[in-house]
């Protein structure tokens, strides 16, 4: 069964501080995702990642980044953190194209609140 | 562009009652459709996925090329079946899923 495991499930930050979400799964898939996820609106991609050291926008990108120095580990920083960032945040893997049948699997998520 | 639309932001059913959730999406291709769900406290997952052509938990759901929907479907509906639901379509290459803004759904007793 996949893991995606999210290190947090729940936290509390302040307005500019850099923070950091972390995302790992166990089933050495190449694609990994970030999305938020906020009411009235679903799913938002944010950040999503081919392979190692590669990355890609998604659709609100504004205000972050990524980084994936290993394959099973994508992490998502927000650089200045505003209030406008408060949400749940879920991380999500798949395999390849080649298997693109296969669904995504996402984590528990974290909600972020940003005072 | 893809885009998954999902109509109605919360339906209320009664227990015993049918449900449809519908999803309409607008792509030029041969796109691959699923249903996720998410149960209260729980982590968002696959329901089912149009390719299968499964019936899970009694739901099934029908691609329609020409109407270009995907809408969900359940004879009787159950308490238990109360939860986020998202539509999502995807490009048949190596890309990201595309979600609808979710339908939530409440079996009402």
């Known amino acids: 069964d996949v893991k995606v495991t999210q290190s947090s499930r729940y936290l509390v930050k302040r307005t500019g501080e850099k923070v950091f979400l972390e995302c790992v799964q166990d089933m050495d898939h190449e694609n990994m995702f970030w999305y938020r996820q906020d009411p009235g609106l679903g799913l938002r991609l944010i950040y999503f990642s081919y392979d190692v050291k590669m990355k890609e926008k998604g659709d609100i990108p504004e205000g972050y980044s990524v980084s994936r120095e290993k394959k099973e580990r994508f992490s998502l920083i927000l650089e200045s953190a505003s209030t406008n960032q408060t949400s749940m945040y879920l991380c999500?893997?798949?395999?390849?194209?080649?298997?693109?049948?296969?669904?995504?699997?996402f984590g528990d998520g974290t909600r972020l609140s940003i005072l | 562009a893809q885009r998954v639309t999902q109509p109605e932001k919360l339906l209320s059913v009664f227990k015993g009652a049918p449900v449809e959730l519908k999803c309409n999406y607008s792509?030029?291709?041969?796109?691959?459709l699923f249903w996720y769900v998410q149960y209260s406290r729980q982590r968002l997952q696959l329901l089912l996925r149009h390719i299968s052509r499964e019936s899970i938990k009694g739901f099934t759901a029908d691609l329609n090329k020409g109407e270009t929907s995907f809408h969900l479907k359940k004879p009787f509906a159950q308490e238990e079946d109360s939860a986020m639901y998202y539509c999502a379509l995807r490009d048949s290459g190596n890309t990201p899923l595309v979600f609808g803004k979710g339908t939530r759904l409440s079996v009402i007793a």
């Open positions: 792509y030029s291709g041969s796109p691959e």
């Open positions: 999500a893997s798949s395999p390849p194209g080649a298997l693109s049948n296969q669904p995504q699997h």
